[in-house]
T-cell receptor
Framework: EAQVTQNPRYLITVTGKKLTVTCSQN?????MSWYRQDPGLGLRQIYY???????DKGDVPEGYKVSRKEKRNFPLILESPSPNQTSLYFC?????????????FGQGTRLTVV | RKEVEQDPGPFNVPEGATVAFNCTYS??????FFWYRQDCRKEPKLLMSVYSSGNEDGRFTAQLNRASQYISLLIRDSKLSDSATYLC????????????FGKGTLLTVNP
């Protein structure tokens, strides 16, 4: 079954404690990205990756890092989380083949930073 | 002007009603257009792509007007299960797969 898997689904942490949210896809997609969703603001792109070792900033990259060492994995790293990073996070992967640009999303990670 | 702007909603309609969602986008270079559906606290899922010629999938019809930079979604004979947030999504296309989302419009279909 084609899927994007995020972990953890829920996380409560304290300010300043480094955390990583993992994302893995089994569709061999080149393009992966991270979004955060906040009430009244919609989904905003944090970082994206066009392929292995190729990453770039999205619209709201401050306070986040990513890496793409393997095609299937695209972890989101918060080196020093702050309360304003409390949000619902989604990882997505998109194929670049055959003109299809449907994005498949993970189930989301609800992060609370206290 | 916001990159992708949708009706703010929310929409509350009875079962069987016809509902129309409207969306405008600011980047004239945008190449791909979509409607996604998001159930409460769940991930967005593709409802349908939108083409210039218009496209229909059962009760759902999507239209694109490139000249006006306008996208629409029509739901006919709405069902209780159509209750969700509908997201208008635009992509740059080509090698740029970034999706720009509207804020979404919440639809509640009432019995």
């Amino acid at each position: 079954e084609a899927q994007v898997t995020q972990n953890p689904r829920y996380l409560i942490t304290v300010t300043g404690k480094k955390l990583t949210v993992t994302c893995s896809q089994n569709m061999n997609h080149e393009y992966m990205s991270w979004y955060r969703q906040d009430p009244g603001l919609g989904l905003r792109q944090i970082y994206y990756s066009m392929n292995v070792e190729v990453t770039d900033k999205g619209d709201v990259p401050e306070g986040y890092k990513v890496s793409r060492k393997e095609k299937r994995n695209f972890p989101l790293i918060l080196e020093s989380p702050s309360p304003n990073q409390t949000s619902l996070y989604f990882c997505a992967s998109t194929s670049s083949l055959g003109g299809s640009t449907e994005a498949f999303f993970g189930q989301g990670t609800r992060l609370t930073v206290v | 002007r916001k990159e992708v702007e949708q009706d703010p909603g929310p929409f509350n309609v009875p079962e069987g009603a016809t509902v129309a969602f409207n969306c405008t986008y600011s980047n004239s270079a945008s190449q791909s257009f979509f409607w996604y559906r998001q159930d409460c606290r769940k991930e967005p899922k593709l409802l349908m792509s939108v083409y210039s010629s218009g496209n229909e999938d059962g009760r759902f019809t999507a239209q694109l007007n490139r000249a006006s930079q306008y996208i629409s979604l029509l739901i006919r004979d709405s069902k209780l299960s159509d209750s969700a947030t509908y997201l208008c999504v635009v992509s740059g296309g080509g090698s740029n797969y970034k999706l720009t989302f509207g804020k979404g419009t919440l639809l509640t279909v009432n019995p």
